[in-house]
């Protein structure tokens, strides 16, 4: 009597959900961890960024022994790289014109100043690298963020009582963005301060009033209203 071997090729429809199951359970943990892995590569970028342009601020400071506001270069012909290859003026919050340019224009700076946390407006990168004296509704007096809410409790860690401030203005972060910059930046912070909200709100600037349980810090925040932030972040002060 012959016996025939059989033989099985594939999965059962079984295998095949076990199978999908693993897959699924795998991306649930692994992909919230890649993604957080990519976020805090941007943001490590992004305070590289601040780290280069401290360094040009002080290699001009060196050479010239001051620092021009971003007033001083509107008068100086300097071109803004931002703007619009058609003549049209970015639509942004940043400023046309302002100390980064310079830093660009004069080599201390050899790169564009750019970051990769944010979102541009309607494409234009709108990153800056501004100067301005303290106190004057640019500044908060005694070297705080650039908003013009005028109060002394916002003061940059880095300036003490600075006459003249460089900062780093980046728009539009996400949520996250925002507190991992705080986290590196200013933190770290005591465990009772859970939560992405809670970290950047010890570091956060609104309405005149200091919303914060840290005397200072070196990156201040202001809520754009719909889950964004722009970030002020301290270069260096004369």
Known sequence: MHNANTSRSGFTLIEMIGVLAIIGILSAVVAPRVIESIRDAK??????????????????????????LDS???????IDYRTDPTGA?????????DFGDILVFQEQLLEQKSTPVGEAIDGVK???????????????AGGGAATG???????FKSAGRASRIVYFYMPNLTIQEAAAMATKVNGPFPNTVQGDVNVIGESLIGGGTALTNIENANAWFTDNGDNSF?????????
């Open 43 to 68: 943001v490590t970028s992004a305070i590289s960024s601040v780290n280069s342009a401290r360094s040009a601020a002080l290699n001009y400071y060196q050479r010239y022994d001051r620092i021009p």
């Open 230 to 238: 722009d970030a002020y972040m301290y270069v260096a002060h004369q």
């Open 72 to 78: 001083d270069t509107a008068s100086n012909g300097v």
């Open 89 to 97: 003026t970015p639509r942004s919050n940043a400023l046309g014109l």
């Open 126 to 140: 709108n990153f800056a690298i501004g100067c301005a004296d303290v106190a004057n509704g640019a500044l908060d």
């Open 149 to 155: 809410y005028g109060v002394a409790p916002f003061l």
